[in-house]
């Protein structure tokens, strides 16, 4: 029963031209490739070979900062500019003993090893050592022990120290300390002459900065090794606080066990943080190194004292007690293990590629001596290599970096190579009997005139979608997306040029009856294997899978199924949360995670801490602004829980020691400068002299204090539940920091937290993510509307997508993943992947002409369908094995692709047919191309090998002049 033909459309029209156009391209293209194979081969080795000299330029990047946040962001910008105007001199290392009772001669004694083996860590040059890296403090000697004197030296028990500018959950406790160290009234930064409290300053010693409870027993560590039971609990109940840094013995236990009276008897832990000084002086002369960790600009001589102390607490992990466990985190660990971990899991890459190479073996030839494709499956791989190489040399070249996500690339580029491979051979496997009869390269240009229009339409989406990505403003996404566009353009031509030159090759030494694996070897067709023919899917996807999908009762309980799946996803959609943490970065084998592990469990955090800057102004004018912007702050009792200014203590200082009511009261200049150098050396404001960037250094013999060019205040933050609190709490105080009323000075003023770089991060990623989606699924459908030229088909493709994208996002939520910058791209990712599926099947059900549509969508899932579940099986079978990985990039990437191949395969494979066949687009109208196809087909059986020669000889005269079949018809013609 005939149809009725529409009449063409200008989509029709515009289609037939470019599909029209796209099928004659291939076509000669495959004839061109089978006729000098050599000349292909060799041209696809000379662009990897100058594409890879650009690794020379290869660039890892691993700081957070670099990777994770917008670059055009308020905390890289503020960022930069303390790295520039208030630079830290200090860094943190911390260690947390862990037993089921710490606080015992066993506990004790382990401690007091790892101590000394701190105290005897050495850096590889022998520069330094912990007595001469760690960060120095002032103690008051013995022979000072008056309470005058100590009230003398007091302003120095806090000197220059601060917490601010680290991830630490203890900072705040340092000053806690509220027993009197001296007279209320005495003030010897103000009472005692200048000359005299500046000469008893100096006479003071130092001592490294630490916070230890073996500050109870003074570090004598062979006493600590003979301490008995009741001797350590008796210390830790009557030692309050550090007679350093004031900081609480008490918190630096975890897992604190008291008794009725609230003595403490037992802790699970203890915790030791140590801090070392950065050489800036070796930094200005130009002796520095990048922690990538941080971003820090580190000397180097730092960097390798505490690459030594990580030996130091690796080798006492090691030697730990039975049942003791030491957690330890350095400063430069997060760049370390970042680094290892962007290349170390290459394992899993080898061992995927070696099982897609089998399955590719087995599933690419036959069982047979001769018709085994044991070499072009090797190709086949080798093309993804080759692909791999361009992507990185191109992008080295053009000084895009190289970021911890890249390593999930190769997997992708392995699964979309392996797929346009087993596209272009279905569509050899599907030519008929009599096209077959046909000479090599008319065969070659018939497969490859369909199997290059389809993965065209797939690999011009995945690049769409990927271009959609590079212009995200996360620099990791960017970074990923444009290598993966690279790589998938490099996949696209080695496997339309690479593959398909040394096809011919192989189908060449088939036809001649060659061994498949020793070519020089010549088999006769008795010897020929009987399982040569044994093709297990193709014949279940024809006789089977073709057949019972189309029958009524099937088709509704895929539709029901569908829907259900669609529902249930759609609520985890719902529920998903937006969460970013850099930490998750860190395998979960490595110490620096096990230590943040143990941290969280020990030493709950009580909210971020964050600091806001204020950088030149006339601080003496603006202080009555100054005391209500503090007032605005301290009413944000919602989400502020404490705050920490140097401005309290100085307004209490001066109506104290000067008797002004200040700041109502206006003073001079050199008065406000004066006293405020009075306040900095007094016992209550030593600890803020930290908080303060002059135009030339703080002496104690200055008669004022320079002029200022950056000051800062402390706050904390209370305890958030999740981004629909922290990002608003983080918002409002920008804005109340940003409209603050200053009118003198240089205008800058912003607030600052660690925690910032996530926050920041999870403000822009949600758009981000839906933004690309969004318009990566616009661009799909605009270029399967191009390539397949039908409507109702590409809004299927597209139905299938955001199916597949919904489904997938909901899984994600039951499996316990998150919205981050890893499952952003992986989702990006997801488009290019699952459109695919969808695309190769409406494509084939275009141009399948049988009655009708059930027969169509029969027909379609036969020829195509083993093609599309190879592709899927085999992308799935290149990352199963990152199951067993412990990195945060490969565990998310498995999870969400075994989700998209699932759901992609579903989708296209049952799905599709389905809705195709009860209300599917008529196929393509243009019968006139069909004919000039079919005569093409046709004519291709007179073609002898001679006029094989004449057009290769035709062809190298004249490079792919003009070399369509009708040159062949007229050169047959003319035998």
């Given at each position: 029963?005939?149809?009725?033909?529409?009449?063409?459309?200008?989509?029709?029209?515009?289609?037939?031209?470019?599909?029209?156009?796209?099928?004659?391209?291939?076509?000669?293209?495959?004839?061109?490739?089978?006729?000098?194979?050599?000349?292909?081969?060799?041209?696809?080795?000379?662009?990897?070979?100058?594409?890879?000299?650009?690794?020379?330029?290869?660039?890892?990047?691993?700081?957070?900062?670099?990777?994770?946040?917008?670059?055009?962001?308020?905390?890289?910008?503020?960022?930069?500019?303390?790295?520039?105007?208030?630079?830290?001199?200090?860094?943190i290392q911390m260690a947390i003993f862990r037993s089921e009772n710490i606080l015992t001669p066993h506990g004790l004694k382990w401690m007091a090893d790892v101590q000394e083996r701190i105290e005897n860590s050495k850096s590889e040059n022998g520069k330094l050592s912990w007595d001469k890296a760690c960060y120095r403090l002032p103690v008051v000697q013995n022979s000072m022990s008056t309470r005058k004197k100590r009230s003398a030296d007091g302003p120095d028990f806090n000197l220059d120290f601060d917490f601010s500018d680290f991830e630490s959950k203890f900072d705040d406790n340092v000053f806690n300390n509220t027993e009197p160290m001296y007279?209320?009234?005495?003030?010897?930064?103000?009472?005692?002459?200048?000359?005299?409290?500046?000469?008893?300053?100096?006479?003071?010693?130092?001592?490294?900065?630490?916070?230890?409870?073996l500050e109870i027993w003074k570090y004598d560590l062979e006493k600590i090794r003979r301490l008995?039971?009741?001797?350590?609990?008796?210390?830790?109940?009557?030692?309050?606080?550090?007679?350093?840094?004031?900081?609480?013995?008490?918190?630096?236990?975890?897992?604190?066990?008291?008794?009725?009276?609230?003595?403490?008897?037992?802790?699970?832990?203890?915790?030791?943080?140590?801090?070392?000084?950065?050489?800036?002086?070796?930094?200005?002369?130009?002796?520095?190194?990048?922690?990538?960790?941080?971003?820090?600009?580190v000397d180097q001589d730092t960097l390798l004292w505490e690459k030594a102390l990580i030996e130091a607490f690796q080798e006492s992990e090691i030697n730990s007690p039975d049942f003791h466990n030491l957690y330890f985190s350095v400063a430069r660990s997060f760049g370390d293990i970042s680094g290892a971990t962007i290349l170390g899991d290459s394992r899993y890459l080898a061992v995927g590629t070696m099982v897609v190479f089998i399955y590719v073996l087995v599933m690419l030839g036959k069982f047979d001596l001769v018709e085994n494709r044991v070499y072009l499956s090797l190709i086949g791989i080798l093309c993804v290599a080759m692909a791999i190489f361009m992507s990185y040399g191109l992008c080295s070249l053009m000084g895009v970096f190289y970021g911890p996500v890249h390593s999930i690339l190769p997997f992708l580029l392995l699964g979309i190579g392996i797929d346009d491979m087993f596209v272009i051979i279905q569509c050899w496997n599907n030519?008929?009997?009599?096209?077959?009869?046909?000479?090599?390269?008319?065969?070659?240009?018939?497969?490859?005139?369909?199997?290059?229009?389809?993965i065209t339409v797939t690999s011009i989406t995945d690049i769409a979608a990927f271009a959609i990505g590079a212009t995200t403003e996360l620099p990791s996404l960017q970074s990923f997306c444009i290598y993966a566009a690279i790589g998938v353009i490099g996949t696209y031509i080695f496997q339309a040029t690479f593959f398909v030159a040394w096809f011919t090759i192989d189908q060449k030494r088939i036809e001649a009856k060659r061994d498949g694996v020793v070519p020089c070897i010549v088999h006769n067709a008795q010897k020929r294997s009987q399982f040569r023919e044994f093709a297990p899917l193709q014949s279940f996807f024809t006789n089977h899978y073709s057949r019972w999908i189309t029958f009524t009762p099937v088709k509704t309980i895929i539709?029901?199924?569908?829907?259900?799946?669609?529902?249930?996803?759609?609520?985890?959609?719902?529920?998903?949360?937006?969460?970013?943490?850099?930490?998750?970065?860190?395998?979960?084998?490595?110490?620096?995670?096990?230590?943040?592990?143990?941290?969280?469990?020990?030493?709950?955090?009580?909210?971020?801490?964050g600091s806001i800057y204020f950088g030149s102004m006339?601080?003496?004018?603006?202080?009555?602004?100054?005391?209500?912007?503090?007032?605005?702050?301290?009413?944000?009792?919602?989400?502020?829980?404490?705050?920490?200014?140097?401005?309290?203590?100085?307004?209490?200082?001066?109506?104290?020691?000067?008797?002004?009511?200040?700041?109502?009261?206006?003073?001079?200049?050199?008065?406000?400068?004066?006293?405020?150098?009075?306040?900095?050396?007094?016992?209550?404001?030593?600890?803020?002299?930290?908080?303060?960037?002059?135009?030339?250094?703080?002496?104690?013999?200055?008669?004022?204090?320079p002029n200022i060019t950056v000051s800062s205040m402390d706050f904390r933050f209370k305890l958030f539940n999740g981004p629909s609190e922290h990002l608003p709490a983080m918002m409002r105080l920008k804005t109340l920091v940003k409209n603050a009323d200053f009118t003198s000075g240089d205008g800058i003023r912003f607030v600052w937290a660690r925690a910032f770089a996530s926050w920041e991060t999870e403000?822009?990623?949600?758009?981000?993510?839906?933004?690309?989606?969004?318009?990566?699924?616009?661009?799909?459908?605009?270029?399967?509307?191009?390539?397949?030229?039908?409507?109702?088909?590409?809004?299927?493709?597209?139905?299938?997508?955001?199916?597949t994208m919904v489904n997938v996002n909901g899984s994600m939520h039951f499996w316990g993943l998150t919205i981050d910058t890893v499952s952003c791209i992986n989702l990006v990712l997801a488009i290019g992947l699952c459109v695919d599926y969808a695309a190769h099947i409406a494509h084939t059900f275009m141009i399948q002409r049988h009655e009708s549509k059930n027969e169509r969508a029969r027909a379609t899932v036969a020829s195509m369908g083993p093609a599309v579940f190879h592709g899927g099986f085999s992308t799935f079978l290149a990352f199963i094995f990152l199951a067993d990985s412990d990195s945060h990039v490969f565990t998310t990437f498995f999870k969400i692709f075994v989700l998209v191949?699932?759901?992609?395969?579903?989708?296209?494979?049952?799905?599709?047919?389905?809705?195709?066949?009860?209300?599917?687009?008529?196929?393509?109208?243009?019968?006139?191309?069909?004919e000039v196809v079919r005569s093409r087909v046709n004519s291709g059986n007179e073609v002898k090998e001679s006029e094989g020669r004449s057009l290769e000889n035709k062809w190298t005269t004249s490079v792919i002049q003009k070399l369509s079949l009708s040159f062949s018809m007229k050169k047959t013609s003319a035998v």
């Open positions: 029963m005939g149809e009725t033909k529409p009449k063409d459309t200008l989509l029709s029209k515009v289609s037939n031209k470019i599909v029209g156009g796209l099928e004659q391209f291939f076509f000669r293209w495959g004839i061109c490739i089978t006729l000098n194979p050599s000349y292909f081969i060799i041209g696809c080795l000379a662009i990897v070979c100058i594409s890879s000299a650009g690794l020379v330029y290869f660039r890892q990047e691993n700081s957070p900062t670099k990777l994770w946040i917008p670059q055009n962001s308020g905390f890289v910008q503020n960022t930069d500019w303390l790295k520039d105007n208030f630079p830290t001199d200090m860094r007279d209320s009234d005495f003030e010897p930064s103000v009472d005692l002459s200048q000359a005299l409290f500046c000469e008893l300053v100096s006479t003071f010693d130092e001592r490294c900065f630490e916070n230890n409870i008995t039971q009741e001797e350590i609990i008796d210390g830790i109940n009557s030692a309050n606080a550090s007679s350093l840094t004031g900081m609480k013995f008490d918190e630096l236990l975890g897992g604190v066990v008291r008794n009725e009276s609230g003595y403490i008897v037992a802790a699970e832990s203890a915790l030791i943080q140590l801090f070392n000084k950065i050489n800036l002086t070796a930094i200005e002369g130009g002796a520095s190194s990048n922690d990538v960790g941080t971003g820090e600009i030519l008929s009997a009599e096209e077959q009869e046909f000479t090599l390269p008319v065969r070659v240009g018939t497969a490859l005139k369909h199997a290059g229009v389809s539709i029901i199924f569908t829907l259900l799946s669609l529902c249930l996803n759609a609520w985890g959609s719902y529920l998903i949360r937006q969460e970013f943490n850099p930490i998750w970065f860190l395998p979960t084998s490595s110490y620096l995670s096990k230590f943040f592990t143990a941290q969280e469990r020990l030493y709950p955090n009580n909210g971020e801490r006339n601080y003496n004018t603006e202080m009555l602004k100054m005391e209500k912007f503090l007032e605005d702050i301290r009413n944000q009792t919602d989400i502020i829980s404490s705050t920490d200014s140097w401005y309290d203590g100085f307004k209490e200082f001066v109506v104290k020691k000067h008797d002004q009511d200040f700041p109502k009261n206006n003073i001079s200049d050199i008065d406000f400068r004066i006293w405020l150098r009075q306040y900095l050396y007094s016992p209550s404001g030593a600890k803020y002299r930290i908080k303060f960037r002059f135009s030339s250094p703080l002496r104690c013999t200055d008669n004022a204090v403000e822009v990623i949600g758009h981000e993510l839906y933004r690309n989606l969004a318009i990566a699924m616009g661009c799909v459908f605009v270029m399967t509307l191009i390539l397949i030229a039908n409507v109702r088909s590409c809004i299927f493709v597209l139905l299938c997508v955001t199916l191949v699932g759901y992609g395969l579903f989708h296209g494979l049952v799905f599709l047919p389905v809705i195709l066949s009860l209300i599917g687009p008529e196929p393509y109208q243009d019968e006139v191309k069909n």
